[in-house]
């Protein structure tokens, strides 16, 4: 029986602004890179693999990865403005809320 554990790389994904726009965003240095991939980082846009930053740097600037960050934009820009949209209701229906206490209590 074989009792070898291999730690499975992590799927890479960006971050994004409050404008929808997707960007890289990777951790400072080697070491903090390692720390938070310890198995290596995968990246979806068409399956790079690979443990080191520098070369995961290197990758995100080729053209693939970059018409991946413009297709994520489009493809979730609607349902983003939704979300914040929401959450701009749910912070009036709460000041809404706390009035309505306001009075109740007074």
Excluded at 20 to 39: E, H, I, M, S, V
Aim: proline share 6%.
């Amino acid at each position: 029986m074989n009792n070898d554990l291999s730690i499975k790389e992590d799927t890479y994904s960006p971050r994004i602004n409050n404008d929808g726009t997707y960007f890289d965003k990777l951790p400072p240095n080697q070491k903090a890179f390692t720390g938070k991939y310890p198995g290596g980082v995968k990246c979806p846009c068409k399956g790079y693999q690979t443990t080191s930053r520098s070369k995961f740097k290197s990758h995100t600037i080729c053209k693939t990865h970059k018409m991946w960050l413009e297709e994520l934009a489009i493809k979730y820009k609607e349902p983003i403005k939704k979300i914040k949209d929401l959450e701009e209701i749910a912070k009036q229906q709460q000041k809404i809320i706390v009035n309505y206490s306001n009075i109740i209590e007074n």
